[in-house]
């Protein structure tokens, strides 16, 4: 597997120790595929405190992709290629598409593929 990227379901899921997606992470962390992370993915999930232990635990695992003002560039036009508003998806599918990722984990399966569509990769959606 070449790479997989998580999108806030994915993380509200770890948050709430979801055992399918905790079974998922752990398989890719055997695999040797860190999970990629937009920033601002974390930052729609991340509310702080001793209660979120688990999303903590899971972030530690993975690799968190700062949003740099290129990666915004790039997040905007994709954005209006795909007429779709809400920069994390975008930057979810931008981040997969720029690293030939294999697998999205969403909650979300109609906007991200709204998103993928516009692009010219193939990218399994898993729903969490």
């Known amino acids: 597997m070449a790479g997989v990227t998580y999108d806030t379901g994915a993380l509200i899921a770890g948050d709430r120790n979801d055992r399918r997606m905790w079974a998922l992470h752990i398989g890719f962390i055997a695999e040797e595929v860190?999970?990629?992370?937009?920033?601002?993915?974390?930052?729609?999930?991340?509310?702080?405190?001793?209660r979120q232990a688990s999303l903590a635990r899971m972030l530690a695992g993975c690799e968190v992709e700062a949003m740099t003002s290129d990666l915004?560039?790039?997040?905007?036009?994709?954005?209006?290629?795909?007429?779709h508003e809400d920069v994390v998806d975008v930057a979810v599918v931008e981040g997969a598409v720029r690293r030939d990722d294999d697998v999205v984990l969403t909650s979300n399966e109609t906007h991200i593929r709204q998103v993928i569509e516009a692009t010219s990769k193939r990218i399994r959606i898993?729903?969490?």
């Open 72 to 83: 915004a560039r790039r997040v905007g036009e994709l954005a209006g290629r795909a007429n």
């Open 126 to 128: 898993e729903t969490v």
């Open 34 to 50: 860190v999970p990629s992370v937009p920033a601002p993915v974390v930052a729609e999930a991340w509310r702080g405190g001793p």
